[in-house]
């Protein structure tokens, strides 16, 4: 199937285009050249606000932490009810004993902190947080306290048999 971008009005494959489920074909209205080419001028006549947001966001780690907290709230529907003082951030991973470091990039690293929900199910609410190692909180996932006991089991078994 083929859609004409309605920028450039070439028409091109649905391949050509971002999906966008609030679209009845559910692709983007515009092809993903055009897109690019819009987002990259918005970026460049509005540079100052693109640099003040991610200052903002390297000062206090925490004002990020919160953003991603939402927007994670609101696309799995879990309660958040935490403000940005509620969220506390250590020098040192409880979990695995490691520095964190704030990411440069942007891109979350190993050791960029993490925020957890201890219990998954209660959402991000006052007592159910802590700020841990993005490694620790990968491989937390959504095991239960029960997997993850037979997975530490399983390693010092492992290790055992290999010593």
């Excluded at 918005?42 to 939402?70: G, T």
């Excluded at 927007?71 to 250590?90: C, E, F, G, Q, Y």
Aim: aromatic content about 4%; proline content about 4%; overall charge positive.
């Amino acid at each position: 199937m083929e859609k004409q971008c309605r920028s450039c009005r070439v028409t091109k494959p649905l391949e050509q285009f971002h999906k966008n489920a609030s679209c009845k074909d559910g692709v983007h209205t515009l092809c993903k050249t055009c897109n690019n080419l819009k987002a990259t001028t918005w970026v460049k006549e509005n540079l100052d606000k693109v640099v003040a947001n991610k200052k903002a966001r390297r000062k206090d780690v925490r004002k990020s932490l919160i953003e991603a907290a939402q927007n994670r709230a609101r696309t799995k529907s879990l309660p958040i009810d935490i403000t940005v003082d509620d969220i506390i951030v250590p020098d040192i991973c409880p979990v695995l004993m490691i520095p964190l470091h704030k990411s440069i990039t942007g891109r979350a690293n190993s050791d960029s902190p993490s925020l957890d929900r201890i219990i998954p199910e209660l959402g991000y609410v006052k007592g159910n947080i802590q700020v841990i190692s993005n490694k620790a909180n990968s491989m937390k996932n959504n095991a239960t306290t029960e997997e993850l006991i037979k997975f530490a089991k399983w390693i010092l078994k492992v290790k055992e048999t290999n010593e």
